[in-house]
């Protein structure tokens, strides 16, 4: 079968214990995955895919190792894949690259595919109104901090970022923002909006972060795509050169 397909998800908070047995959700992203195998030519990972992650130099959060060796198994097939750092795994440094050939996307990125421009992002940072958050988003990037922190044992820092994590997670849960806001409250879009004025070539804006599944018509010929998450939605897209579409990933319920 040709590699013809680039494929997008976001969002899967990998560790996140919202669900009885939080490996059920680990085993069906891995399961969509292999579902892609055979086609995928990309592979776009747009953010918080870990419910946190935090690289020292010899050490890694433990777990994750079927969904990171499929990322391995997928690299090995020659697909490439592009791991995006989000606001819940910023500290992504030289590991995914070094272990499974990823590159690992700080911030915004741009790239054609099939003839179209695509911009991408996780979405943190790109007009949040929120003052907190954009304070909590700055510390945790500073280099110094992370310097500091990672002086600080595992033991201790590794416990207390994944509390950090879920607590930050859990609000969110049943949250009305959670929602879509509107075309004119929705800071992604608004985002766009603003950056499509400036930069004509985009058709595609691609973001993960908003857990909502969102595909929207900005300009003619431009749309922005918000890819849900693997929460509630087990959501993802794929775009064929042709068509781009927003999916759930649907199987026979028989997790254990």
Not at 168 to 193: A, C, H, N, T
């Amino acid at each position: 079968m040709e590699r013809n397909k680039a494929y997008f998800t976001s969002d899967a908070h990998l560790g996140l214990d919202v669900h009885e047995e939080p490996l059920v959700v680990e085993r069906r992203l891995v399961r969509w995955l292999d579902s892609i195998k055979e086609d995928a030519a990309y592979l776009f990972l747009l953010g918080d895919m870990f419910d946190y992650w935090f690289e020292y130099r010899h050490v890694v959060p433990k777990g994750f190792t079927r969904f990171i060796g499929k990322l391995g198994e997928l690299s090995d097939l020659g697909v490439q894949i592009y791991l995006f750092a989000g606001n819940h795994d910023i500290w992504m440094f030289d590991y995914f690259p070094k272990e499974i050939g990823a590159k690992v996307i700080d911030g915004t990125f741009e790239m054609d595919l099939y003839g179209k421009h695509f911009f991408m992002a996780h979405g943190d940072g790109l007009g949040d109104p929120s003052r907190s958050f954009r304070f909590i988003r700055a510390f945790f990037r500073n280099k110094l901090c992370q310097r500091l922190y990672k002086g600080i044992h595992p033991w201790f820092t590794v416990p207390l970022g994944f509390a950090w994590s879920r607590h930050s997670r859990k609000s969110k849960i049943g949250d009305p923002s959670e929602s879509f806001l509107g075309r004119d409250r929705e800071y992604m879009v608004l985002f766009s909006e603003e950056h499509a004025k400036k930069q004509n070539n985009v058709d595609f804006y691609v973001y993960g972060h908003r857990h909502i599944m969102l595909d929207l018509e900005i300009q003619e010929g431009k749309r922005v795509i918000i890819l849900g998450d693997w929460i509630t939605h087990f959501s993802y897209a794929c775009f064929d050169g042709e068509k781009f579409e927003l999916r759930c990933f649907e199987e026979p319920r028989n997790d254990r």
